[in-house]
C-alpha cells in the first residue's frame, strides 16, 4: 500500500504534463489543416524537389 502514495503522485504529475503539451499544440495550432496535409502529401503538385 504504501507504493501507491508514490505512484498516485507521479501518474498524476505525469499526465498533467501530458495534458499541457496537448494545451501547448492546440495553441501552437498544430491540429489547424489535418485533412489538406493528408492531401498534400499525396499530391505533386507541391513538390519541393526541382524537376530535372
Same mark, same amino acid.
Given at each position: 500500500?504504501?507504493?501507491?502514495?508514490?505512484?498516485?503522485?507521479?501518474?498524476?504529475?505525469?499526465?498533467?504534463?501530458?495534458?499541457?503539451?496537448?494545451?501547448?499544440?492546440? *495553441?501552437?495550432?498544430?491540429?489547424?489543416?489535418? *485533412?489538406?496535409?493528408?492531401?498534400?502529401?499525396?499530391?505533386?503538385?507541391?513538390?519541393?524537389?526541382? *524537376?530535372?
Amino acid at each position: 500500500m504504501s507504493v501507491l502514495s508514490y505512484l498516485i503522485p507521479i501518474s498524476l504529475f505525469l499526465g498533467g504534463i501530458g495534458l499541457a503539451a496537448f494545451f501547448w499544440s492546440l *495553441k501552437a495550432r498544430q491540429y489547424e489543416d489535418p *485533412k489538406g496535409d493528408g492531401e498534400r502529401i499525396l499530391s505533386d503538385e507541391y513538390d519541393d524537389h526541382p *524537376k530535372p
